[in-house]
T-cell receptor, first 112, second 114 residues
Framework: RKEVEQDPGPFNVPEGATVAFNCTYS??????FFWYRQDCRKEPKLLMS???SGNEDGRFTAQLNRASQYISLLIRDSKLSDSATYLC?????????????FGAGTRLAVHP | DGGITQSPKYLFRKEGQNVTLSCEQN?????MYWYRQDPGQGLRLIYY???????QKGDIAEGYSVSREKKESFPLTVTSAQKNPTAFYLC?????????????FGQGTRLTVV
């Protein structure tokens, strides 16, 4: 089983739609969680951190369920510019080492 | 401005040759990472390091080597033992500890074996 799993998509949605991405992680020692966005042939960039209480940044809402080892990202009112791959990232801190593990990514295509 | 720099952006290598990818950061981060990304795939961890002169193998370390002689630098050598080296290589750095581990990335190096 992969340490971090995501639905690869693609998700094809019209502008204005609401779309949700899910991510599960296998190691309960995981301590920090993030969503990154990656555009084609570019490096990933931080979209938002994910906090236990859930957090929102404009049209984006992230949630964490530690009991179920599950992270989600909700995008409301999708824009054409949201088209990208969204990567779920988990940090496992153990024995003095940070180990950042990436999911394979979920591709989103927003169309007019 | 602080950041992380990878060079070169594009690299061509003949089969059987070793090649070294550069990664330098001036963010004063202790932790540095190398990832490999194949087309349509996610990032796979090659090596990571938390402090100078110490590094750990990631999930796909075979055929690669690293060094961490300075805090700012974490070069990756792709050796001739790596059977399928053509890929996009990304270097990242973070602070250490359980919190504040947002990763900053370089712009990547595209390696092609010809």
């Amino acid at each position: 089983r992969k340490e971090v799993e995501q639905d690869p998509g693609p998700f094809n949605v019209p502008e204005g739609a609401t779309v949700a991405f899910n991510c599960t992680y296998s190691n309960s020692a995981s301590q920090s969680f993030f969503w990154y966005r990656q555009d084609c042939r570019k490096e990933p960039k931080l979209l938002m951190s994910v906090y236990s209480s859930g957090n929102e940044d404009g049209r984006f809402t992230a949630q964490l369920n530690r009991a179920s080892q599950y992270i989600s990202l909700l995008i409301r009112d999708s824009k054409l510019s949201d088209s990208a791959t969204y990567l779920c990232v988990v940090n496992m801190f153990s024995g003095g080492y940070n180990k950042l593990i990436f999911g394979a990514g979920t591709r989103l295509a927003v169309h007019p | 401005d602080g950041g992380i720099t990878q060079s070169p952006k594009y690299l061509f290598r003949k089969e059987g040759q070793n090649v070294t990818l550069s990664c330098e950061q001036n963010l004063n981060h202790d932790a540095m990472y190398w990832y490999r990304q194949d087309p349509g795939q996610g990032l796979r961890l090659i090596y990571y390091s938390q402090i100078v002169n110490d590094f750990q193998k990631g999930d796909i370390a075979e055929g690669y080597s690293v060094s961490r002689e300075k805090k700012e630098s974490f070069p990756l050598t792709v050796t001739s033992a790596q059977k399928n080296p053509t890929a996009f290589y990304l270097c990242a750095s973070t602070l250490t500890g359980a919190k504040n581990t947002e990763a900053f990335f370089g712009q990547g190096t595209r390696l092609t074996v010809v």
